[in-house]
């Protein structure tokens, strides 16, 4: 039988005979040992990085703008009206349990009359733009009409024009209807000029599968039911956004509520505060007790409410 000829090339020539190809004749057989692992250098001083320091400067002015005011005014509500007209605005009030500004803030301010009418307002405020507002969200989504294009032009240029340039025709509108120094007013105000919800209600819309809406007209639901039973219950994120938004913005609210409501017991709590000043001057430890009683509400409603808040937001940015 004639040998392999690549049998001689398997074991190099001086190697041992079963020692794997490429070890040398004086390398033990098996694995190869493992190289030394050198020490890490040692480590120098570690520099704070410059963006992290800006970061936290940042924040830290942002905090005291925002939280410098509150203290002035809290400080403020705490002090006898000598204190506030001798002492500076930071200067520690002389006795921190003096609550007499808020009685006379909520008594001489008529305020339980202003958080009902505050409360009455903002009830069919919200609850008119939610319903107007998701309506009109799904009927521009799911119904192909003709103008549809200039419909949301037109809500676009709604957006952009100033409301204070339109203050005198809107005023001579609502006075035709009688309606001034009503509180159907504002809340007619509040209901039909806000493009904003419409939009969110818009962005969530197109989210929801259109499948939905045409297994239920196979069911034999029509438009008004498929919005009332899949459409809105779907929308509680872009509900509790908007209730949030409008709510807010519809509390702290004092131009409308002084231009359409002039009798002092239709007053909202943004009028009220505006009792307490004068033509001689103000009783700003009165405005700034009042002040304090009109933050309480809405701080809590914050309180309880911030998951609703931050999760609403959130999924709005995402659609």
Do not use: C
């Not at 001086?14 to 040398?24: C, F, I, L």
């Not at 204070?164 to 504002?186: C, H, K, M, S, Y």
């Not at 000029?193 to 929801?208: A, C, E, K, N, W």
Request: neutral net charge; aromatic residues 10%.
């Amino acid at each position: 039988m004639t040998p392999d000829p690549t049998a001689a090339q398997a074991v190099p020539a001086g190697s041992p005979a079963g020692s794997p190809p490429g070890a040398s004749a004086g390398s033990p057989a098996g694995p190869t040992a493992p190289a030394p692992v050198r020490a890490p250098a040692p480590a120098g001083r570690r520099r704070f990085p410059v963006g992290t320091a800006l970061t936290y400067v940042s924040l830290l002015a942002a905090t005291a703008v925002v939280l410098l005011p509150l203290a002035v005014v809290l400080l403020t509500s705490l002090k006898t009206s000598e204190e506030v007209a001798d002492g500076n605005a930071l200067t520690l009030p002389g006795n921190w349990l003096n609550l007499d500004n808020y009685v006379t803030a909520f008594t001489d301010g008529h305020m339980l009359a202003a958080f009902g009418n505050t409360a009455f307002i903002l009830f069919f405020s919200i609850g008119g733009t939610v319903v107007i507002g998701s309506m009109t969200a799904y009927a521009i989504d799911r119904f192909e009409f003709r103008a549809k294009k200039l419909v949301m032009a037109l809500f676009l240029v709604a957006t952009l024009v100033p409301s204070v340039t339109t203050q005198v025709a809107t005023f001579q509108i609502v006075n035709g209807f009688e309606l001034v120094d009503t509180r159907w007013a504002p809340i007619l105000l509040y209901m039909g000029t806000d493009i904003v919800s419409v939009y969110i209600f818009l962005q969530f819309i197109r989210g929801i599968p259109v499948s939905l809406d045409e297994a239920a007209r196979l069911d034999g639901a029509n438009s008004l039911t498929i919005y009332r039973k899949i459409i809105f219950p779907l929308l509680k994120p872009a509900v509790a956004t908007v209730v949030i938004i409008k709510g807010i913005t519809t509390y702290n609210d004092f131009y409308i509520p002084f231009l359409y409501l002039h009798s002092e017991d239709l007053g909202t709590i943004s009028t009220a505060l505006f009792r307490f000043k004068g033509p001689f001057g103000a009783h700003w430890e009165a405005i700034s007790a009042g002040a304090i009683l009109v933050i309480i509400p809405t701080l809590v409603v914050f309180l309880l409410l911030q998951r609703w808040i931050y999760n609403g937001f959130a999924q709005g940015a995402t659609k």
